[in-house]
């Protein structure tokens, strides 16, 4: 299977950036979006951000204006760009990338990484 690796997680104080990536450990063909998606203790999993194949992204309303994602395809790579975050943006955040190949459907996950803001 396809391994989703994060980094990039770690403490900051209110209005401090971060930047996760998440590298796949083999090439991925045949995807349709990765994603960023973000859980909270106590809290459903939710999406953060999103960027197509074709290159268009899509983002929460709570983090527009905020983040940005952005992708390498030659490093298998794809980014999240966090900016001016906020204590409500602690969360574990996790790496997606979802498809189909072979006329069967998957859908990938990252391990997650911890993102802590507080003063």
């Known amino acids: 299977q396809v391994q989703l690796v994060e980094s990039g997680g770690g403490l900051v104080q209110p209005g401090g950036s971060l930047t996760l990536s998440c590298t796949a450990s083999?090439?991925?063909?045949?995807?349709?979006?990765m994603g960023w998606y973000r859980q909270a203790p106590g809290k459903q999993r939710e999406l953060v951000a999103a960027?197509?194949?074709?290159?268009?992204?899509n983002f929460a309303d709570f983090v527009k204006g905020r983040f940005a994602i952005s992708r390498d395809n030659a490093k298998d790579t794809v980014y999240l760009q966090m900016n001016s975050l906020e204590p409500e943006d602690t969360a574990v955040y996790y790496c997606?990338?979802?498809?189909?190949?072979?006329?069967?459907?998957?859908?990938?996950w990252g391990q997650g990484t911890q993102v802590t803001v507080s003063s």
């Open positions: 997606n990338v979802a498809g189909r190949r072979w006329g069967v459907s998957f859908d990938y």
């Open positions: 083999r090439s991925i063909f045949s995807w349709n979006a």
């Open positions: 960027i197509t194949s074709g290159g268009s992204t």
